[in-house]
C-alpha cells in the first residue's frame, strides 16, 4: 500500500501504522525504526529540540550507518507528564512543519525521537539509561535558568532548594546535574567510557558553563567522581539557532484540516536552521555535517555573532514592541520604526565589538534576520521571547553594554531597552493598558525594584545579581535616567522616543 491509497474517511491518529495513509508530500521515516538504538539521551524535549537537534538527527537516519544515534527524549518535570501521554499514544512521533518567508510549507513526520522516560515516575530508569552502554551522548535543552548559575557571577548556586535535594540524594534526584552525576557514577563503576554532555541552549559557551555547572555540583557530591569526570567527560560548545514558536491549537488544527491527521503536539518553525558545534566529543559522535550542521575547532565567534544579533535583536524587538502593544515578533518588525531601531542597535552597538569570520558577510547575517524576523508565517509570541528575560539580557544584551562602555562607545539605544524592561517590570500594562503576560521567575523581586523607580531612578538597575554595576557606570547611568525620565512622563508614547533616541544616536556619530 502506498501513501496515497486507502486514506481513512475519517480523522485518524498519528502513529506508526498510519503513516501510510499521509499523502506523499508529506515526509515520513522511510528507515525501520525498530532497527534504531537510542545514542543520544536528551534532556527537555521542548519544541526547540524537536524542530533542530532531532530533524537533524532525523535527516541522517535516512542514510545506512546512523542506526546507533537515535534519541531517547527525557522529561524531568511534572509538566511534561501532557507530552509524555501523547507522544505514547504516537509511537512518539510528531509533525514538524516548516513556514518558509514566501508561504511555501513543508512537513515532516520526524522519527529520530525512539522513546520518551518521565523521570517523575521511575527516576532510576533514566539514570539506568543515561548509564547504558549503548548511550554515548547526553544532550540539555534546559533554558538559561536550568543551569543553576548567579546570572552576575556565573557561580554555581548551591543555595536551590533542588540542588540541596540532589546532593543529599543521589539516587533520588530532581535536577539534570542529579541525574548526569548519578548516571556517570554508575559508568565509572562498571568500567564503561564516559558519555559527552552536550548542552544545546542559547548560552554563550554553552560546553564550559556545563561543565563548570557540572563539576561545581559533582565536587560537593563526590570528590573523586568530580576529578573522573574532569578528565574523561567532553563538553562541547556550540551554537544553535532556528525559530520556534510554542506550539498553538492552530498548528493542531492545520495537521488535521490538511491530511486528517490529529498530532497531539506538533512543531513549526522557520526554514532556516543553523548549527555550529566544537568537534569535542568522549565517545563517538554522529556526522551531523552530513546533514547541515557544521565542526569547527572554536565555536566562540560564532555564538558572539548569534546572542548579540538575534537573541538580542529578539529582546529589543520584545520589550520595546510589549510595551507598544504588539503581540508577535513579525508584527513588531514590519512596523518601519521598530525595524530601523533594530537595524540601527545591530549596526552601531553590537557589530563593532564582533571579529570577522571565514564564510559569514555580516550585512548579509543581519539582513536574514530581519527577513526571518518578519516571517508573516511565524507568529513567535512577545510574551515567549520576553519569557525568563532576567536570565537572558546578561548574555544578550548586557555583555555587550559593559563591552561598549569599556571602549567609550555610546549605549543610549540598549538603555533605552533595559529602562523599557523596568517600565515592563513595573507596571505590567503596554500603552493600551492591556496586561503583560510576564513569566520570569524573577518576576517578583524585578517588580519590586521596579516600583521604587519613582523615587529612586536607578533602583531597577540596582539589582546586582542581573545587572552587575551598572548603576555605578556615569555614562550609562546617564543614558538610562534620560530613558526613564521620557518613558515615566505622562502620556509617554514608546514609538515617540524611540525616534528621538535614533535622532540623537545619529547626531552624536
Not at 79 to 94: T, V
Not at 314 to 332: A, E, M, P
Request: hydrophobic share 40%; proline share 5%; charged share 20%.
Amino acid at each position: 500500500m502506498t501513501q496515497t491509497q486507502q486514506k481513512p474517511a475519517q480523522t485518524t491518529e498519528l502513529n506508526q501504522h498510519n503513516l501510510a495513509y499521509l499523502p506523499a508530500d508529506v515526509d515520513v521515516p522511510t528507515y525501520d525504526r525498530s532497527k534504531i538504538k537510542s545514542g543520544i539521551v536528551h534532556i527537555g524535549v521542548g519544541g526547540f529540540h524537536r524542530a533542530h537537534q532531532a530533524a537533524y538527527i532525523n535527516e541522517l537516519l535516512k542514510t545506512p550507518g546512523n542506526e546507533q544515534w537515535g534519541i531517547c527524549g527525557v522529561g524531568l518535570l511534572e509538566a511534561n507528564r501532557g507530552l509524555r501521554d501523547i507522544l505514547q499514544k504516537q509511537d512518539n512521533l510528531y509533525t514538524l512543519t516548516v513556514r518558509h518567508p514566501n508561504g511555501k510549507i513543508e512537513n515532516t513526520v520526524i522519527g529520530s525521537l525512539m522513546e520518551f522516560l518521565f523521570a517523575p515516575e521511575n527516576k532510576q530508569a533514566v539514570i539506568d539509561k543515561m548509564a547504558h552502554i549503548d548511550t554515548k551522548i547526553v544532550s540539555l535543552t534546559i533554558t538559561e535558568g536550568g543551569y543553576n548559575f548567579h546570572p552576575a557571577t556565573g557561580e554555581f548556586d548551591y543555595d536551590n532548594p533542588d540542588i540541596i535535594h540532589d546532593l543529599n540524594n543521589p539516587t533520588q534526584p530532581i535536577t539534570a546535574f542529579g541525574y548526569i552525576t548519578a548516571a556517570l557514577k554508575l559508568r565509572k563503576e562498571q568500567g564503561l567510557p564516559a558519555f559527552t554532555v552536550q548542552s544545546c541552549d542559547n548560552i554563550q559557551h554553552n560546553g564550559h558553563v556545563t561543565r563548570n555547572m557540572l563539576l561545581a555540583f559533582a565536587q560537593k557530591q563526590d570528590l573523586a567522581l568530580s576529578q573522573w569526570i574532569e578528565q574523561h567527560v567532553a563538553f562541547p560548545n556550540a551554537m544553535v539557532d532556528r525559530i520556534t514558536p510554542i506550539s498553538q491549537q492552530s498548528d493542531i488544527d492545520y495537521v488535521t484540516q490538511a491530511y486528517q491527521m490529529s498530532d497531539g503536539w506538533p512543531i513549526t518553525c522557520e526554514s532556516f536552521t543553523q548549527w555550529v558545534i566544537e568537534d569535542n566529543f568522549s565517545n563517538g559522535r554522529p556526522n551531523w555535517d552530513q546533514v547541515g550542521a557544521q565542526f569547527v575547532s572554536d565555536v566562540t565567534p560564532y555564538e558572539k555573532m548569534k546572542i548579540r544579533l538575534l537573541n538580542a535583536g529578539h529582546s529589543v524587538l520584545g520589550l520595546l514592541g510589549s510595551i507598544h502593544g504588539y503581540q508577535t515578533i513579525d508584527q513588531t518588525v514590519s512596523d518601519p520604526l521598530f525595524a530601523k531601531y533594530l537595524r540601527a542597535f545591530m549596526d552601531l552597538e553590537v557589530t563593532p565589538l564582533l571579529e570577522s569570520l571565514p564564510g559569514i558577510d555580516l550585512e548579509e547575517y543581519k539582513d536574514v534576520l530581519l527577513e526571518r524576523f518578519s516571517n508573516p508565517n511565524i507568529k513567535d509570541n512577545l510574551a515567549r521571547i520576553c519569557s525568563e528575560t532576567s536570565a537572558k539580557l546578561p548574555k544578550f544584551l548586557i555583555s555587550s553594554i559593559n563591552e561598549n562602555l569599556a571602549q567609550n562607545r555610546d549605549v543610549s539605544l540598549s538603555a533605552l531597552v533595559i529602562a523599557a524592561w523596568c517600565l515592563y517590570s513595573d507596571k505590567g500594562l503596554n500603552e493600551q493598558n492591556q496586561a503583560l503576560e510576564i513569566h520570569d521567575v524573577m518576576a517578583q523581586e524585578l517588580n519590586k525594584q521596579a516600583q521604587q523607580t519613582a523615587v529612586d531612578p536607578l533602583a531597577f538597575i540596582n539589582l546586582h545579581s542581573v545587572f552587575g554595576y551598572l548603576a555605578h557606570d556615569r555614562e550609562f547611568v546617564t543614558e538610562y535616567k534620560k530613558a526613564i525620565a521620557a518613558l515615566y512622563a505622562p502620556n509617554s508614547q514608546i514609538k515617540q522616543i524611540m525616534a528621538a533616541t535614533l535622532s540623537k544616536k545619529s547626531k552624536k556619530i
